[in-house]
């Protein structure tokens, strides 16, 4: 019987991963033995509840593969998937200096869904980042559940690119929300951690949370500070951005763990077991164990010393394609990185908008996305900008001299977009963009993935 259908489709995937470079910077290429743990059997399994949380952070590793725990499971059957759970907890709590980490979330916006609702009542207030800003659409987009239930109130960033920390102090102490949210998908600083944590000192009752998602592997290879060592009480991220893992989410926090089973008070020291139980039963049902023992083998590649080198050179990379931009004549948001992100302000560099640029990249194999840029005026389909990012491209070996040379095709295919114009004129330019195509394609593959 011929293969289904889909199995071509996935072929053409890894045909054009494999061809073209990701630019996109919440995107990666896993490992083998990440891949392997997510399509392996453990999808067949349920496993409703938690394991047994004795000895988190003190346990070695073939003390969790050995010892068996009473566990807090709705159904039987759990010896392997207790363990692996285990494993990735463990794992978790290492990597990021945590009390806690429950690696249940199935994304990033569950992940952040769930400590909304763990701490905070309908109504409450939660201070974070402006979507235009750099912010991320779980962070209070009115489309979102989570702005119908809370009330968001936004800062911003100043004309230097860096977190508006005197706007964020004046809100803070006037509206005293329940949550202070340092997150963004399009930042490009080191948020100052310190300075946040000592405005949230004063208001009683206030949760710091950072969602870590874009910069996490950066924290994890040590290259960027960890918002758990200035006193945040909860960390959230995606799993599969620059800490290379499955896709999935992952809450950190630090305070008491006991039993999720009984209501603990609501106090921030009992945060790691409100958010247990907001995550399950809260907002979620059976966990994914295959997409968790792949997180598992993710936290272990990242535990690794090579991790380290990884995220320097994801940096390097990112700061090497900045300044070989610039020299372009690229306007950047910020005037650079210090992460892992480029914003590239394509309107004000070049009076063109962020889609068309990214329409055109697209054919010749440079996958980036369109972005707002702070005060765009362009709208959610015609932003200003492009938003770039090195992580995946640095999994596949690349270095300064590559980044280098992606500015160059991008400012070539800039100059094909000026010449026709119009992003329905671009199949005339068919010969120069099938041209800077195989250019893209040569040196692709002579980075496989
Ligand atoms: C800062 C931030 N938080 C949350 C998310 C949501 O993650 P997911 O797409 O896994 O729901 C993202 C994804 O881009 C993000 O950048």
Redesign the pocket.
């Known amino acids: 019987m011929a293969k289904d259908v889909v199995f071509d489709l996935i072929k053409n995937e890894k045909k054009r991963q494999a061809e073209g470079l990701e630019l996109i910077p919440?995107e990666n290429y896993v490992s083998k033995d990440v891949l392997e743990a997510m399509g392996s059997v453990l999808t067949n399994k349920y496993s409703e509840g938690y394991p047994s949380f004795e000895g988190v952070g003190t346990w070695k590793e073939e003390q969790i593969a050995d010892e068996i725990l009473p566990n807090y499971r709705y159904y039987g059957g759990q010896d392997n998937i207790d363990r692996i759970e285990r494993l990735a907890i463990d794992r978790a709590c290492k990597l990021f200096h945590a009390d806690h980490a429950n690696v249940q979330p199935h994304?990033?916006?569950?992940?952040?869904e769930a400590v909304y609702f763990a701490w905070c009542e309908p109504g409450d207030k939660i201070l974070a980042m402006n979507l235009g800003h750099g912010g991320?659409?779980?962070?209070g987009s009115p489309v979102t559940r989570s702005a119908k239930i809370y009330n968001f109130i936004a800062y911003g960033t100043d004309e230097t690119g860096d977190i508006d920390y005197a706007e964020l102090e004046k809100l803070a102490l006037a509206e005293k929300p329940k949550i202070i949210l340092i997150?963004?998908?399009a930042f490009m600083k080191i948020p100052d951690f310190k300075r946040v944590a000592k405005i949230a000192k004063e208001i009683p009752g206030c949760l710091l949370m950072a969602?870590?998602?874009?910069v996490a592997g950066l924290i994890a290879g040590g290259v960027h500070p960890n918002p758990l060592d200035f006193g945040f009480n909860v960390m959230?991220t995606?799993t599969?951005?620059t800490l290379r893992g499955p896709?999935?989410?992952l809450i950190l926090s630090n305070g008491n763990i006991a039993s999720p089973l009984k209501k603990p008070e609501k106090t921030i020291e009992n945060i790691p077991i409100l958010i247990d139980r907001a995550v399950f039963p809260g907002t979620q049902g059976g966990p994914l164990e295959h997409i968790i023992a792949a997180k598992a083998v993710a936290f272990g590649e990242a535990l690794k010393p090579e991790f380290k080198t990884y995220a320097k050179n994801i940096v390097k990379n990112a700061k090497a394609l900045a300044d070989g931009l610039m020299e372009e004549g690229f306007v950047l948001q910020g005037g650079g990185t210090e992460n892992h992100l480029v914003l590239v302000n394509v309107e004000k560099s070049f009076g063109i908008d962020g889609k068309f640029f990214e329409k055109a990249l697209d054919m010749v194999g440079l996958t980036l996305n369109a972005n707002a840029v702070p005060g765009d005026k362009g709208g959610a389909f015609r932003p200003s900008g492009v938003r770039l990012g090195t992580p995946a491209i640095t999994t596949r070996g690349m270095g300064v001299k590559e980044m280098k040379q992606i500015a160059a095709w991008m400012k070539r295919v800039l100059n094909i977009c000026l010449g026709v114009g119009k992003e329905e004129l671009l199949d005339n330019a068919k010969d120069e963009l099938d041209q800077i195509r195989q250019e893209v394609k040569d040196l692709s593959l002579s980075f496989p993935v």
């Open positions: 919440s994304s990033g916006a569950n992940a952040n991320h659409l779980t962070h997150g963004y998908s969602d870590m998602a874009h959230t995606t599969h951005k896709r999935g989410g």
